[in-house]
């Protein structure tokens, strides 16, 4: 029979560069930024059909970003290190404005913040996302942190190597510029993954959520 917690140890061995079988085990990043933003509530059917601006369906919300510098060894001489950022937000179900009517908005009578995390985490990765750049880092480029938020759920928004909140313009958004570790042996594959495992380790052992979910 095969010894699935062996192919395990091993494949971490090989996607992260260990010899141990174990995943890191940092419990925080490097550095935590708080910010406030201007949401726009998708919910909010005025400005959906063009009867008011934006701006007037907007509130702004509370966000951390957060950033983890991942280093990977290449040779005796050199070290790839990457910043891997992602956006922290948080339930806005006492915030947003109600569904109806269309053709204005109306806000709850008593606005309820978040006090603090909540017990479920959702992790959205943003993936190949366009624009590819620094223009391209945003909280909710699609509404799906918007939906997420509105739901009652606590969101961290992450993106890729080299992608939007990560860009290098020194570099350009091309995971081909990896190949040329990978050919010496570096496990690259770490700049992708470490980031989601530090992500889950920071929210249960540091924030205290109890499920996480990607």
Excluded at 82 to 97: D, H, I, V, W
Excluded at 117 to 126: A, P
Excluded at 155 to 169: G, R, S
Excluded at 178 to 203: C, K, M, S, T
Aim: aromatic fraction near 10%; charged fraction near 20%; proline fraction near 7%.
């Amino acid at each position: 029979d095969t010894d699935w917690l062996d192919v395990r140890r091993r494949l971490v061995n090989v996607l992260f560069g260990v010899k141990d079988g174990r995943l890191p085990a940092r419990r925080k990043p490097d550095a935590v930024v708080l910010s406030f933003e201007d949401q726009v509530f998708g919910n909010c059917l005025c400005a959906t059909r063009g009867l008011c601006p934006a701006s007037a369906c907007a509130k702004q919300v509370k966000v951390r970003r957060l950033v983890w510098t991942i280093k990977v060894p290449v040779n005796d001489t050199y070290t790839i290190a990457l910043n891997s950022t992602a956006l922290l937000s948080f339930n806005t179900s006492g915030l947003a404005p109600d569904n109806e009517p269309p053709s204005s908005v109306i806000w709850p009578e008593v606005s309820i913040a978040p006090n603090g995390e909540g017990d479920t985490l959702v992790i959205y990765h943003n993936g190949h996302g366009q624009p590819c750049t620094q223009e391209g880092c945003s909280l909710d480029q699609d509404g799906t942190i918007d939906w997420l938020n509105r739901l009652g759920y606590d969101t961290l928004h992450m993106f890729m190597p080299l992608y939007q909140c990560n860009h290098d313009p020194s570099i350009g958004c091309d995971h081909a510029w990896f190949d040329q570790f990978l050919e010496q042996g570096a496990p690259v594959f770490r700049l992708f993954l470490e980031p989601v495992v530090l992500a889950i380790n920071y929210a249960i052992e540091t924030l205290g959520y109890r499920r996480v979910v990607l």
